[in-house]
């Protein structure tokens, strides 16, 4: 099954380039050209990732769409696209999980969407996690999954 990932951003051609290439790696990709319009299909369709651009109708437009993706019960996987990176730690402190400065090649762009998206669903695993009750003659289980860097 395809990783379906919520693209938004209101530059057309990077909106495209983007889809097209990730595409190309195997993700499901949908998108949208403002927070308004993400919002919206945030709403109706589950997203294991949202990627948005900071900057569309907006200065902040990005952290509105951060804050829908957050409040949805399926909790996406949130990243700030943009070309101003001096956005400081701000965009940790408004919800977003990464930060990726356009322009971003692809090698570098996949290898940090894949390790978000093992972070990300790694901490939902663990939030829902719930702890085996042992009794005296068993053994807590051992955690012996160790995870490869991409």
């Not at 996406?76 to 990464?98: C, E, F, K, M, V």
């Not at 990726?100 to 695993?125: C, G, I, M, S, Y």
């Not at 939030?127 to 490869?148: F, I, W, Y």
């Amino acid at each position: 099954m395809k990783r379906r990932i919520l693209l938004v951003d209101d530059e057309l051609a990077i909106l495209l380039t983007l889809k097209a290439v990730l595409e190309l790696n195997g993700f499901e990709v949908a998108t949208a050209a403002s927070a308004k319009e993400a919002k919206q299909k945030l709403q109706v369709a589950e997203f294991e990732m949202v990627i948005t651009d900071m900057r569309m109708e907006s200065e902040t437009a990005g952290y509105d769409v951060i804050h829908a993706a957050r409040q949805q019960k399926y909790n996406p996987a949130t990243a700030i696209l943009t070309a101003y990176p001096s956005l400081g730690n701000d965009w940790q402190t408004r919800g977003a999980h990464s930060l990726l400065v356009k322009p971003v090649n692809t090698p570098d762009l996949l290898r940090q969407l894949e390790a978000l998206l093992v972070t990300h669903q790694d901490t939902k695993a663990q939030n829902h996690k719930v702890e085996p009750k042992t009794t005296p003659q068993s053994k807590p289980a051992r955690n012996s999954s160790a995870h490869k860097a991409v």
